[in-house]
């Protein structure tokens, strides 16, 4: 290690920038955000140095600066001349800064780009609101060391405080339910109690584990237990931590097997017996996801809850075939739609569907594609009207079918047989535009338009 990394306290201390300029002005910059009290000069004032805490040197000019630096060395005050690493006491490294919470990149002046390189990377992984988690530990330090005695037991606290449902919360936005969580588990500790879990409802997208969003994939790596739907693929599962537990509860039509019931009570149970749950559902949990009744059931327990949006088969599906949902000339408008009439859902008002410049997503629409056209038809649609089947949207093994509203039951019977997997209709002018055998054919509305 050719310096040691030290942070230093510059709060109401006077510190010198020596020039003008850019760099000289990023430095002053950066020693103000750290409350330091800051003399930019463009001359060297020996007295101005005297008693600073630090001086920074970026005149440009290599005479001004070796003076600047030789002044600050007899006077004993450290000082840093840009791009100058020989006549450096200190250098400045690359900073990723989240309030509280500062990272410090450097390697040893060799080189800058690295430098930035590596920021950007860390940046990429630090949550946003880290510094807010740090300053949640920060106000429970004195109460901890006052009420947890045992070391062992004080330092399972602040893991679990960093690490856990408190953490999720504060990171997911929600300061008020992170410090009740902290609470409650400062109080368990106080008391030797095992504290509670957290369920996060994390939206898993359409397949492609490259379409999870960061937070997604933190989850699948923290998680204690990940609770999935049969739609989500193993490629999205492969990036789950190695030891955590799956939990298939897939109700895929025909053959269910857990009830929304039974799974909204083992959400419960095991966030009761203080493991982080991930309940992994395929696109996004809020859309005809059920999500919102597990986070109803979870909160009607006074549990923690987190939620984690995800990409929606709509547009995962729509952006793999290349369909634009909306499109200046030929559609002002997108409606997610079920096609699946299920008991006790509201039915759509598919005469608003129906509408010219009016696209509409059609989820679990491929099997009951004969009534979807006829609602369709009946509410006024054109049967010319294009559509488009995207079948295994984002993977592998997508398939897509393109054709008019008329034909939409004989092209979604290719897409219903046997073991075929999740398929979705997009029924609007913009349909004509996917990317298939037909793709050519289907530029003509859009010619027409133009
Ligand atoms: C119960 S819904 C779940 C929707 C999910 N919450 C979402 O936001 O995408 C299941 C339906 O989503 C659609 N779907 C999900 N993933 C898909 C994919 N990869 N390709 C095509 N359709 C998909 C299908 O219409 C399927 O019947």
Redesign the pocket.
Same mark, same amino acid.
């Given at each position: 290690m050719k310096h040691l990394p030290l942070f230093f306290d510059l709060l109401g201390r006077r510190v010198v920038v020596v020039g003008e300029g850019p760099a000289a002005d990023r430095r002053a910059a950066l020693a103000r955000s750290a409350g330091a009290e800051v003399r930019q000069l463009s001359d060297i004032r020996v007295d101005d140095l005297r008693g600073a805490a630090a001086v920074f040197v970026a005149t440009g000019d290599l005479d001004h600066d070796t003076v600047a630096q030789r002044v600050a060395k007899s006077l004993g005050v450290p000082v840093n001349v840009a791009d100058r690493p020989a006549l450096c006491d200190f250098i400045l490294p690359a900073i990723v800064d989240r309030d509280d919470v500062v990272v410090a990149i450097s390697t040893g002046g060799a080189s800058p780009t690295l430098a930035a390189t590596l920021r950007g990377r860390i940046e990429a992984v630090l949550p946003e609101r880290i510094g807010s988690l740090a300053r949640l530990a920060a106000t429970f330090r004195a109460q901890v060391n006052a009420l947890i005695v045992d070391p062992a037991r004080r330092r399972t606290f602040w893991r679990r405080l960093v690490e856990g449902p408190a953490a999720r919360l504060v990171l997911a936005g929600d300061d008020a339910g992170a410090r009740r969580t902290a609470l409650g588990e400062l109080d368990d500790a106080r008391r030797r109690l095992a504290p509670v879990g957290i369920a996060h409802i994390v939206?898993a997208g359409?397949?492609d584990p490259d379409l999870l969003t960061l937070k997604a994939a933190q989850l699948l790596r923290e998680a204690d237990v990940i609770l999935h739907d049969d739609?989500v693929p193993p490629a999205v599962l492969a990036r789950a931590r190695r030891d955590a537990e799956l939990v298939p509860v897939g109700k895929r039509k025909g053959r269910a097997r857990w009830t929304q019931d039974e799974i909204n009570a083992e959400l419960v149970r095991r966030v009761r017996a203080s493991q982080t749950v991930v309940r992994l559902?395929?696109?996004?949990?809020f859309?005809? /996801?059920r999500g919102g009744e597990e986070v109803g059931a979870l909160r009607e327990a006074g549990l923690p809850v987190a939620i984690v949006p995800?990409v929606?088969?709509a547009l995962?599906?729509a952006a793999s075939v290349g369909i634009p949902l909306t499109h200046r000339k030929l559609a002002s408008a997108v409606t997610f739609v079920s096609g699946h009439s299920a008991e006790g859902s509201r039915e759509a008002a598919w005469p608003a569907l129906a509408a010219q410049g009016h696209t509409l997503a059609i989820?679990?629409?491929a099997t009951e594609a004969a009534s979807v056209r006829d609602r369709l038809l009946r509410a006024g649609a054109e049967p010319t009207t294009p559509v488009a089947i995207?079948?295994?949207?984002?993977?592998p093994d997508e398939r897509l079918s393109t054709g008019r509203l008329a034909d939409l039951a004989r092209l979604a019977a290719s897409h219903s047989r046997g073991d075929a /997997?999740?398929?979705?209709i997009i029924v609007g002018d913009v349909a004509a535009l996917a990317s298939g055998d037909f793709a050519e054919e289907w530029q003509q509305p859009l010619a027409k338009v133009s």
């Open positions: 939206g359409p397949g739609l559902k395929a696109g996004d949990p859309v005809f /996801g995800g929606t088969a995962g599906c989820y679990m629409g995207i079948e295994n949207g984002t993977r /997997g999740p398929s979705l």
